[in-house]
């Protein structure tokens, strides 16, 4: 299995692919972390739906994405399991939250709009890239397995954001607004560094 270009995700600053040993030491923690992520996923997918009713095509693209996320944390439950863990409590999620604190707020509701997608998509974009490195670099065969699963599935949720963005806002607004945020991200992940018990 060889992933395909669709997996070059656009971010600045790559995660060492040592990650992934440190990582597999503490897959209990990973994957709780990980349960919460999709969790969250879903959720801010249905939020976008309910404030954004009016934005057919919003509505359209996120609805499936909703139903396949709480998909992916059944599975990640069922791998908890399988391992002889229970999910445990949410823990505080400090990249969500260093990336929230650069978003920008205020404006019109289409500004609003704007900074909820990229801020999902950097999400799924950083997501899918920690499951590659999971399914390249960890030892277990079936967690590989899983996340190459995956990884296939998530690849294209960051580009249906950037999409859903270039549909409602000029693509030159987007574009501008995308790469100031890649660069804030690398930063916050330089800073934050690869935590051994999170899947950010």
Known sequence: ?????????????????????VAEKNIGEIL??????????????????????????????LTPVVAEEWSHFERVLEELRKRGFSLGR??????????????????SREQQLLEKLLL????????????????????????????YELMVSEAGHYKNFLQLAKTYIAEEVVDKRWRELLAQEAEIMKNLGTRPDRMH
């Open 1 to 21: 299995m060889e992933a395909k270009d669709k997996f070059t995700l656009g971010l600045e600053l790559p995660t060492d692919p040592r990650w992934a040993n």
């Open 32 to 61: 709780i972390d990980h349960a919460y992520c999709e969790q969250k996923a879903a959720s801010s997918c249905i939020s976008l739906i309910i404030q954004y009713p009016e934005k057919d095509k919003l509505v359209e693209m």
């Open 90 to 107: 949410q823990r505080k999620d400090e990249y969500v939250d260093a990336l929230q604190k650069v978003v920008k707020t205020g404006g």
């Open 120 to 147: 999902n998509a950097l999400i799924e974009a950083r997501s899918c890239e920690r499951f590659k490195i999971l399914w390249k670099n960890i030892e277990d065969p079936g967690l590989s397995t899983f996340y």
